[in-house]
């Protein structure tokens, strides 16, 4: 009996099927696939975050187009109401001419409307201001991406396209800033202008003809003309 308790226990020993198991110690690949599985990951995000980016850099431009075509119309509309009153001041016509009030109204409304095509102009240019910051974060972000460990060499071929569409962005975004404020300053010019403009034609109006003590009338020389985006 103690011989084939023995035998029972050398067997046990050496392996056999009564043996408790041995697990397999982990290996690296295991961990570089878990860092793989990461990058991809990040890479998933910054491709979405950069699509919505240059959406919404698209987006921005297209209001712009907008605002500076709205503009161009209301300021056509304003220097043809504004030309045809100062003509019929230059002949002279009846004090307080009803028709005339009703033209010189248009045109202030004509003006308040370019007045709020500016204010729009300021909260785009705000936007857009916003949309520069998320570009260089976003950036930030590709490039810090490029140092996670568990990367292969399509991981960095990808994260390259999306570092050079970003910095395409930035540069989108500065012209879209340049333009913006060009435009703002001619609007705001035009209405300093105008303003003094319209303030001269409604003496004038009351009188029946051009006259204004104390301040001296701008010639309209014409509407303005949208400028294109770069």
């Not at 698209?58 to 187009?65: E, G, K």
């Not at 976003?138 to 140092?147: D, Q």
């Not at 990367?151 to 340049?178: C, F, K, P, Y």
């Not at 303030?199 to 020389?221: D, F």
Request: charged content about 15%; proline content about 4%; some cysteine.
């Amino acid at each position: 009996m103690l011989l084939l308790a023995a035998v029972v226990l050398s067997g046990c020993n050496e392996g056999s099927i009564f043996a408790p198991a041995v697990s397999p110690p982990s290996s690296n690949p295991a961990i570089s696939q878990t860092g793989t599985q990461t990058v991809r990951q990040r890479i998933q995000q910054l491709r979405s975050d950069q699509a919505a980016l240059n959406n919404a850099i698209a987006t921005q431009q297209n209001q712009l187009s907008a605002t500076r075509s709205q503009l161009a119309s209301d300021s056509a509309a304003y220097t043809s109401l504004v030309n045809g009153i100062t003509a019929r001041l230059q002949t002279g016509t009846t004090p307080g001419n009803p028709e005339l009030v009703s033209q010189w109204n248009a045109a202030q409304a004509k003006l308040d409307a370019a007045t709020l095509g500016v204010g729009q102009l300021n909260s785009l240019a705000s936007q857009v201001t916003t949309q520069a910051s998320v570009a260089g974060y976003l950036l930030e972000n590709v490039r810090a991406t490029f140092a996670v460990g568990g990367a292969v060499d399509e991981d960095h071929r990808n994260l390259r396209s999306i570092e050079s569409e970003t910095t395409r962005s930035m540069q989108q975004i500065d012209r879209l800033i340049g333009d913006l404020n060009a435009q703002i300053g001619r609007e705001n010019g035009f209405l300093a202008r105008e303003r003094t403009n319209l303030a001269a034609l409604s003496y004038g109006v009351n009188l029946g003809r051009l006259g204004n003590p104390g301040a001296q009338r701008v010639t309209v020389t014409g509407g303005r003309r949208p400028v294109p985006l770069q």
